[in-house]
T-cell receptor, first 114, second 110 residues
């Protein structure tokens, strides 16, 4: 089955720790995205990558870092510099090109800072 | 500014009722999409609808791009339709960035 997987589903972190959220896709999509969602809110873009070894900051990149060493993988690290990291994190991917406009989403990771 | 606004913010209906959700978008946004987020957080693509009308079962959507709005219709609502409905549009000076509305929370009571 083609799709996007995220792990873990739930993650608990102590203050001051870095944590890495996994996102893998086997859809052969070039573009991948990380979003943050707070309760009762829409999605906000953290980082996105259009191609391997390249990524750009979104609207709320401070306190986060990413890498894109493989087409299939786009891990997100939540660093200790992120002041309020408790949120629901969603990864998405998309084919690039003018005819491809839909983003497809993974199941999400709920991060709680204790 | 770049905006996507949804209404109503909350909607509570009895099973079997019909509903209309609205999305207004600014002139720097296009290529509207509608998503459903289920109670477990999974986002499901409903429609990619830059203009015109599409139907999928009990759901249909219409976008009037010249008037900067899109409507999502749900007929004969079922409890499984509950969740949050988002619209999102592509930021025009970007091939990749989506601008999201705040969502409409729909509760269907049995």
């Amino acid at each position: 089955d083609g799709g996007i997987t995220q792990s873990p589903k739930y993650l608990f972190r102590k203050e001051g720790q870095n944590v890495t959220l996994s996102c893998e896709q086997n859809l052969n999509h070039d573009a991948m995205y990380w979003y943050r969602q707070d309760p009762g809110q829409g999605l906000r873009l953290i980082y996105y990558s259009q191609i391997v070894n390249d990524f750009q900051k979104g609207d709320i990149a401070e306190g986060y870092s990413v890498s894109r060493e493989k087409k299939e993988s786009f891990p997100l690290t939540v660093t200790s510099a992120q002041k309020n990291p408790t949120a629901f994190y969603l990864c998405a991917s998309k084919r690039t090109g003018a005819n491809y406009n839909e983003q497809f989403f993974g199941p999400g990771t709920r991060l709680t800072v204790l | 500014g770049i905006q996507v606004e949804q209404s109503p913010p909350d909607l509570i209906l009895q099973e079997g009722a019909n509903s209309t959700l609205r999305c207004n978008f600014s002139d720097s946004v296009n290529n509207l999409q509608w998503f459903h987020q289920n109670p477990w957080g999974q986002l499901i693509n409903l429609f990619y609808i830059p203009s015109g009308t599409k139907q999928n079962g009990r759901l249909s959507a219409t976008t009037v791009a010249t008037e900067r709005y899109s409507l999502l219709y749900i007929s004969s609502s079922q409890t499984t339709d509950s969740g949050v409905y988002f619209c999102a549009g592509r930021k025009m000076d970007s091939n990749y960035q989506l601008i999201w509305g705040a969502g409409t929370k729909l509760i269907i009571k049995p």
